[in-house]
C-alpha cells in the first residue's frame, strides 16, 4: 500500500526547550556529528525583532514585523550572521533582544511569514533544527523529536557563565528573573506555545554535561 506525505518521516531530529537549556549547543554538534544541516530557528526570531526596532517599528505591530519577517535581508555563513549586509552575530544575542523575540513570536502572522524560511533549510543532507516548535508546527514529521530542559537555576547559572558573570549575586539574579519571564511568556501564548510534542522525549540535563547530552540524543537516534 502507498505510504501517504503524512506518514512519511522526515530527516530531521528537532530539538525544542526553554531559553538557556542547550538546545543550540546539542543541536549543533549533533548536526556536526551527523553531518547535517543545523538550524537555530530563534535566530530568526530575534533577527526580525532586531530589524525592526532598527527601523523604529514596535513589537506589537503585527502587520509590519510580518511583512519585515517575509523578507529579512539575511545571509548566515559559518561563524557569522549578516543582516541587511551588517554583521549582527553579537547584537541578536541580548537579553533586550530576547524578550523582542518572543513579544513577536506570539503574533500568528509573524510565525506564518517565518514558516517557509525555516522548512527551506531541510534538504537532503538532514537536518538538526532547535527552537520552541520544531516538533510540533515545522517539521511535524521529524523523524525524532526532544524536549531538552533544565531547572530553570541551572540554566541561569549556564547562562551567566556563558555570559562571562558570576553564578550568583545580582547578575544571576537578574538573568533568573528574565529566563523565568520569558518561559512563562513562551509557554502561555496561543500560537505554538512551548510544551513538549506529545510524541517528544524529554532530556533534562539539569545533572548531564554537554558530552553526556549529545550522547544521549544519538543513542536515541541510533534507535529509530
Ligand atoms: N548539559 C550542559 N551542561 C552544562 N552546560 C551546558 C549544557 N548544555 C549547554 N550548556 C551551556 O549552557 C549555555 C547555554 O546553552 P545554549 O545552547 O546557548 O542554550 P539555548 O540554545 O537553549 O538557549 C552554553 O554556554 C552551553 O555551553
Ligand atoms: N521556534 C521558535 C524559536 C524561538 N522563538 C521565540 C521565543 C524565544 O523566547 C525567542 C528567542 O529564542 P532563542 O531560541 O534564540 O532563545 P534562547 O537561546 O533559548 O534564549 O524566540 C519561538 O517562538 N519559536
Do not use: C
Not at 541561569?156 to 558573570?165: D, I, P, T, V
Not at 520569558?182 to 513538549?196: C, E, G, I, M, N
Request: charged content about 25%; aromatic content about 6%.
Amino acid at each position: 500500500m502507498a505510504v501517504s506525505q503524512s506518514e512519511l518521516r522526515m530527516k530531521v531530529i528537532a530539538i525544542d526547550g526553554p531559553s538557556a537549556s542547550g538546545k543550540g549547543t546539542v543541536a549543533a554538534q549533533v548536526a556536526a556529528i551527523l553531518n547535517r544541516d543545523y538550524l537555530d530557528s530563534g535566530a530568526l526570531y530575534r533577527l526580525t525583532a532586531l530589524y525592526a526596532s532598527q527601523q523604529n517599528i514596535d513589537w506589537h505591530n503585527e502587520h509590519e514585523i510580518a511583512t519585515l519577517a517575509y523578507k529579512l535581508p539575511v545571509v548566515f555563513s559559518t561563524d557569522s550572521i549578516l543582516l541587511n549586509g551588517m554583521d549582527v552575530t553579537a547584537a541578536i544575542r541580548t537579553e533586550t533582544i530576547g524578550m523582542g523575540a518572543s513579544a513577536i513570536a506570539a503574533l500568528p502572522a509573524v510565525r506564518t511569514a517565518l514558516l517557509q524560511r525555516q522548512r527551506d533549510f531541510l534538504t537532503p543532507r538532514g537536518l538538526v533544527a532547535d527552537g520552541r516548535d520544531m516538533a510540533s508546527v515545522v517539521f511535524p514529521q521529524a523523524e525524532l523529536k526532544i524536549f531538552l530542559t533544565a531547572s530553570a537555576p541551572i540554566r541561569a547559572q549556564r547562562r551567566a557563565l556563558q555570559l562571562g558573570l558570576a553564578t550568583d549575586g545580582a547578575d544571576y539574579q537578574r538573568i533568573l528573573n528574565e529566563i523565568e519571564k520569558r518561559d512563562q511568556a513562551d509557554r502561555s501564548r496561543t500560537v505554538a506555545p512551548l510544551k513538549p510534542a506529545n510524541d517528544a522525549i524529554i532530556l533534562d540535563t539539569s545533572l548531564l554535561s554537554i558530552k553526556e547530552s549529545v550522547e544521549k540524543v544519538l543513542d536515541w537516534y541510533r534507535k529509530i
